[in-house]
């Protein structure tokens, strides 16, 4: 129940919004973070000992780098179901739920904003011809380690 006294406003105002923060105790002291929070999802995409990277395009986030397939989940979508999405919109590679490994989930602090990003990995028997989506990314490449 919400304290409308406290919060200062109408009883409808003070329930119609939420924040998503934590709480951290760090040397003895409280400290609260709110930020944004976004959920993006990555796959490592791998053929013969060889993977996959993709040239983002100079005016999109992050532009003018390589990186792994990815993209944000959307709304009521599993982490499974977007990277399954987002593999065959930015490359043209169709993939399964079974063709996929969970390699785990990792976060990443930035000043105003935290990323939530599961990695999978797709460990392909053929080399796929790869279709980039327009506006996405300009180019492609099989490296290795």
């Known amino acids: 129940m919400v304290n409308t006294q406290k919060c200062g406003l109408t009883p409808q105002a003070c ?11 760090i040397n003895n002291r409280l400290y609260s973070d709110m ?7 990555g796959v490592f995409v791998e053929f ?3 993977f996959l990277i ?19 989940v959307d709304p009521g979508e599993s982490d499974l ?5 987002e593999l065959f919109e930015e490359t043209g590679i ?3 739920v079974q063709d996929l490994k969970t390699l ?8 105003e904003l935290r990323v939530i990003f599961p990695l999978f990995r797709l460990t392909l028997a053929s080399k796929p011809k ?6 996405e990314h300009q180019a492609s490449r099989w490296v290795t380690a």
């Open 54 to 72: 993709l040239h983002r395009n100079a005016f999109k986030s992050q532009g003018n780098t390589w990186g792994l397939p990815a993209g944000k």
């Open 15 to 25: 329930t119609s919004f939420t924040f998503n923060f934590s709480l951290k105790i």
């Open 130 to 135: 790869i279709v980039l989506s327009d506006g």
């Open 48 to 50: 013969e000992g060889m």
């Open 35 to 41: 930020k944004k929070e976004i959920r993006t999802v």
């Open 94 to 96: 169709q993939a399964s």
């Open 104 to 111: 785990g989930v990792h976060e990443f602090d930035f000043p």
């Open 81 to 85: 179901v977007a990277i399954i999405r």
